[in-house]
């Protein structure tokens, strides 16, 4: 049996929650301006509440690792290394895009999976996911969109995210449909992942953890990616 806190703080949305062997079992959240700094740690509370059990309970934290906002990203990591230190539990990092892509389960039907997550203009953080396999067909990249990216992708797939909907007026691909749903990741999608993670014993080194900025897209010119 597992019990896993889960911190999802790289956009807007703050969240945390708890899951025993993959279960969720209580859930916080806000969108409050700057809540990442304000609220993580009373909305860590509320869930350990909620879910009637103590920190000390915990076997292990996730972690939401990026891309993502660089504030975010940083608050979220640090509070979870600091827990992870005092509590002595392992960590598990997940990919940002992966736990969007969860949210959809068995909604997706056919279609492939394109989380998209807002960068600034046109400039967008994304992967592409099949959710029968569980598994990564496009690996994660900033990717500055035209209006012929992905021009070569011939499966059903949806285009989410709070980074998906300005693309939707200028893409030439027919395959790809766009939704306004899960515009945010949220760690109550994250236990099923966090879960398989700790069985397998795939922990991040506490000490080397460090979140997944995609630096090299993050100048005044950011590159862009052809697909």
């Known amino acids: ?134 598994s990564e067909i496009i690996e994660t990249a900033a990717v500055v969109l035209e209006g012929n990216s992905f021009e070569s992708l011939d499966q059903p797939t949806i285009a989410f995210g709070n980074g998906a909907l300005k693309w939707q007026e200028s893409c030439l691909n027919p395959m790809i449909h766009f939704s306004d749903e899960h515009p945010f990741p949220h760690a109550k999608n994250m236990g099923q992942d966090a879960y398989q993670a700790y069985r397998n014993k795939k922990f991040a080194a506490l000490v080397q953890a460090e979140p997944e900025y995609l630096k090299e897209f993050m100048g005044t010119k950011p590159k862009i990616k052809s697909i």
């Open 1 to 134: 049996m597992s019990l896993i806190l889960s911190i999802e703080t790289s956009t807007p949305l703050c969240s945390v929650a708890i899951h025993r062997d993959g279960e969720l079992l209580s859930t916080h959240e806000t969108l409050e301006e700057g809540g990442h700094g304000k609220r993580l740690t009373r909305l860590i509370e509320a869930a350990c509440e909620e879910a009637k059990i103590t920190p000390k309970e915990l076997d292990a934290l996730a972690i939401s690792i990026g891309p993502g906002s660089y504030t975010g990203l940083r608050i979220g990591l640090a509070t979870a290394k600091g827990l992870c230190f005092g509590l002595d539990k392992p960590l598990i990092s997940l990919n940002t895009l992966k736990i969007m892509a969860n949210a959809w389960n068995k909604e997706a039907g056919n279609n492939l999976l394109m989380p998209m997550m807002d960068a600034r203009r046109m400039e967008v953080y994304t992967a592409l996911f099949d959710p029968r396999t569980h």
